[in-house]
């Protein structure tokens, strides 16, 4: 899949029409999640089929690995289809323009694959949840809204209508409903993966990726511990009138 030409982030707009933001990478996952979702409604033969072997389960420590994949496109209720299409849509495109074709489908896989790791795992651990079916693809698209705030930054970010906020503040929101949401049902396997998918999609948004972050955390660091100021000493000062040598 050839990459798209890399733009210089600008100030995103909301009110670009559907069709221009739904890039071919986006138009494939979109169709993907369709086709799958319409089989599940519509053919019920299916179904069965689809959550024991496609959906995240049980059948992934008995040799079904492609369900880390298959299970970021298979949806079993309206409500999180809808919402994880809306959320691919929503961001999707600028980071898709930014950063790549390429890098922007692995961002995708590479995020839903390891919060899907982790959440498999933690619920694997826990024996009460060692049978639950998880889909869709809503960390892989929580990655991409936490690679929108690291690459847009401050950019004031229209939501809807005139409601508008930084870009920043935007993937905040989402991390953090994530977590108090994970936290108030007691759903340790969802905090995990909602905090994996987060440093997935932070960390490798830009190209330096976790070296860039790492370099970043240990100038912030050296600025505390010795008080560098971004504007330099300045001029001396002058000693006080009553000042003795």
């Known amino acids: 899949m050839p990459d798209l ?18 890039t071919p990478a986006i138009k494939a996952f979109v169709i993907a999640n369709a086709i799958l979702y319409a089989f599940y409604v519509f053919v019920r033969e299916v179904r069965a089929p689809m959550t024991d072997h496609l959906a995240l389960g049980p059948g992934l420590w008995r040799g079904e690995v492609w369900q880390l994949v298959t299970s970021l496109f298979v949806h079993f209720d309206l409500l ?70 690291r690459i847009y930054g401050r950019a004031p970010t229209q939501v809807f209508g005139a409601l508008s906020m930084q870009a920043r503040h935007l993937a905040w929101i989402f991390v953090g409903w994530g977590v108090v949401a994970a936290l108030l049902r007691g759903d340790w396997a969802q905090l995990v993966a909602t905090l994996v998918a987060a440093a997935v999609g932070y960390l490798f948004a830009a190209p330096g990726g976790f070296r860039e972050a790492w370099g970043t955390f240990r100038i912030r660091r050296l600025k505390r511990r010795y008080r560098v100021l971004d504007g330099g000493a300045g001029p001396p000062r002058r000693p006080p009138k009553n000042y003795v040598n």
Do not use: K, M
């Open 5 to 22: 030409p890399r733009r210089r982030p600008s100030r995103p707009s909301w009110s670009e029409p559907i069709t221009e933001r739904l």
């Open 80 to 149: 999180g289809f809808v919402f994880d299409l809306i959320g691919l849509w929503f961001v999707g495109a600028f980071i898709e323009r930014t950063q790549g074709t390429r890098r922007f489908v692995s961002l995708f896989l590479g995020a839903g694959v390891a919060a899907n790791i982790a959440l498999a795992g933690i619920a694997h651990l826990r024996t009460y949840q060692a049978g639950v079916v998880f889909d869709g693809c809503a960390f892989a698209v929580l990655a991409l809204f936490c690679a929108f705030g």
